[in-house]
């Protein structure tokens, strides 16, 4: 038994939530922050059994595909700045940042 911790972009997460539910894997969903650029993100925690876990990952991994996106980069308001206006940065978002780990117990009640 293993239990897998996927964060996933909100973009992806009701996709994602409805490929597990079509093969029958049952995942609890939370909301989550990104850290770097603040956004929402979603977390699967998934129990699963040990002979599931490559059919898990793939689903996330082809549900979950990363893109590049035009984010404005944060307005300061440092004076010896003066003049700097923010700009549009290009960055990699989305995709999944997937944890496997072993479960010692696993109770359904």
Same mark, same amino acid.
């Given at each position: $038994? *293993? $239990?897998? $911790? &996927?964060?996933?972009?909100?973009?992806? !997460?009701?996709?994602? &939530?409805?490929?597990?539910?079509? &093969?029958?894997?049952?995942?609890?969903?939370?909301?989550?922050?990104?850290?770097?650029? *603040? !956004?929402?993100? !979603?977390?699967?925690?998934?129990?699963?059994?040990? *002979?599931?876990?490559?059919?898990?990952? *793939?689903?996330?991994?082809?549900?979950?595909?990363?893109?590049?996106?035009? =984010?404005?980069?944060?307005?300061?308001?440092?004076? !010896?700045?003066?003049?700097? =206006?923010? /700009?549009?940065?290009? =960055?990699?978002?989305?995709? &999944?940042?997937?944890?496997?780990?072993?479960?010692?117990?696993?109770?359904? /009640?």
């Amino acid at each position: $038994m *293993k $239990m897998i $911790m &996927a964060i996933v972009q909100d973009k992806d !997460s009701n996709r994602l &939530a409805n490929k597990l539910i079509d &093969a029958d894997i049952r995942a609890t969903k939370l909301s989550s922050t990104g850290g770097f650029l *603040k !956004s929402g993100n !979603s977390t699967f925690i998934i129990g699963i059994e040990d *002979k599931r876990i490559e059919e898990a990952l *793939k689903l996330i991994e082809e549900t979950c595909q990363s893109r590049k996106q035009y =984010v404005s980069s944060p307005i300061t308001l440092d004076i !010896s700045l003066d003049g700097q =206006v923010p /700009y549009p940065v290009e =960055v990699e978002v989305g995709g &999944a940042t997937v944890f496997v780990l072993p479960v010692e117990g696993f109770y359904h /009640y």
